[in-house]
């Protein structure tokens, strides 16, 4: 299972939610999707785009506990019932664009 992500838990991050993503996933190198990548003050978010011209850059991560890493990366963004409605972000699967080919990714996306 892979995660694409374009802001605070890329690879070079100093965030310490970075720090748990590359304890518990193999960094597999730089992508991109589709969409925009939104600056929005203290962090980004991004949205998929399907036929954009634009291409969010980010790093793809192969998870090596998928259900574990994915819990607590959706209590970092903010997702699941305990958190008020509506939340900000989405847990969802979109191609990425990965050396020369497409794979599939968890991505956290901005919703609109």
Not at 29 to 46: C, N, P, R, T
Not at 54 to 75: A, C, M, N, W, Y
Not at 95 to 102: E, K, L, T
Request: hydrophobic residues 40%.
């Amino acid at each position: 299972m892979y995660l694409f992500v374009y802001g605070s838990l890329m690879n070079d991050s100093p965030h310490p939610m970075a720090e748990f993503l590359r304890s518990h996933a193999e960094f597999l190198g730089e992508g991109s999707m589709a969409g925009e990548k939104l600056d929005l003050g203290e962090y980004f978010g991004a949205v998929f785009l399907e036929n954009a011209k634009t291409q969010v850059p980010g790093h793809i991560f192969k998870l090596s506990e998928p259900e574990k890493v994915l819990e607590i990366l959706d209590r970092y963004e903010g997702i699941g019932e305990e958190f008020p409605q509506p939340q900000e972000y989405v847990r969802v699967e979109k191609p990425v664009n990965f050396q020369g080919g497409i794979i599939f990714c968890w991505v956290y996306l901005l919703i609109k």
